[in-house]
């Protein structure tokens, strides 16, 4: 893949060509990885990296400024950027005491312990989305078990490029964010997880994406890890749901 910068300054450019080669070794393993074990086989001709103001209002109006599609990745390599978007998941909560007690817990999760670890996994994430596993592709609409994709993505990244520890404190913040906002959001199935979800807020559009993660890791353990028999088994469903929903095919709630 080349690598494409739209930036605005000289300042910029330096700073992602910095960025971008120090990730390089990373990366190129990572993709190694992908074609190995999961099946990505085309891979955008680009990653494009740029800010998060040209990412999200001037390539797109997609609100998170990381997307792909089947000709480039679209990438914002700033931390902080992140860390913006991740605090937006906190606003308009209560303020009882449990629920202060939890967003500030959250809040300094995301304003101390995000690395350029994080950063790394969510361009995996996005190209995890090219392994030829997924049922959907890149010219058809989201349709059922999207949800399945978009939290697999989410535990393959995490799992390569996320250590032990922050692996298991993206859980836990996942599932205080889950259960924080749930009230507000959760009165849906999984099912419904869309092209819709991305109209909502960050908090809304988040709130998606980590009950998915969560429902993926829920399935691979209950497959005792091993991804592979995962994919297996929603090949199966796809070819003998008899009306079930992948959600009911894996029994999650």
């Keep these: ?84 978007i991740y605090l937006k998941q906190l606003d308009k909560l209560g303020d009882s005491q449990k629920i202060g007690n939890d967003v500030n817990a959250i809040c300094d999760y995301y304003r101390d312990a995000l690395s350029e670890n994080h950063m790394l996994q969510i361009l995996g994430h996005e190209l995890a989305h090219h392994s030829e596993l997924f049922l959907e592709d890149f010219n058809s609409d989201y349709s059922d078990g999207i949800w399945f994709e978009e939290g697999m993505v989410e535990y393959i990244s995490r799992q390569y490029f996320l250590t032990e520890e922050e692996f298991e404190a993206e859980v836990r913040v996942n599932r205080r964010l889950v259960d924080l906002l749930k009230e507000r959001y959760g009165n849906h199935s999984l099912e419904q997880f869309g092209k819709s979800t991305y109209e909502g807020d960050y908090a809304s559009i988040f709130f998606e994406y980590w009950r998915s993660f969560l429902a993926v890791k829920q399935i691979v353990e209950d497959y005792k890890g091993d991804i592979k028999a995962v994919f297996t088994s929603y090949h199966r469903w796809n070819e003998e749901c008899n009306g079930q929903t992948l959600l009911e095919w894996f029994d999650i709630e």
Aim: charged share 25%.
């Design 1 to 84: 893949m080349k690598h494409i910068y739209a930036v605005e300054t000289e300042k910029e450019l330096i700073e992602y060509l910095k960025y971008v080669k120090s990730i390089e070794p990373k990366l190129n393993g990572y993709i190694d990885f992908l074609k190995r074990e999961y099946e990505v086989v085309d891979l955008p001709k680009t990653i494009v990296w740029t800010s998060g103001e040209i990412a999200t209002n001037y390539i797109s109006n997609i609100p998170i400024p990381a997307y792909t599609n089947e000709h480039r990745v679209v990438m914002t390599p700033v931390l902080e950027t992140w860390r913006e």
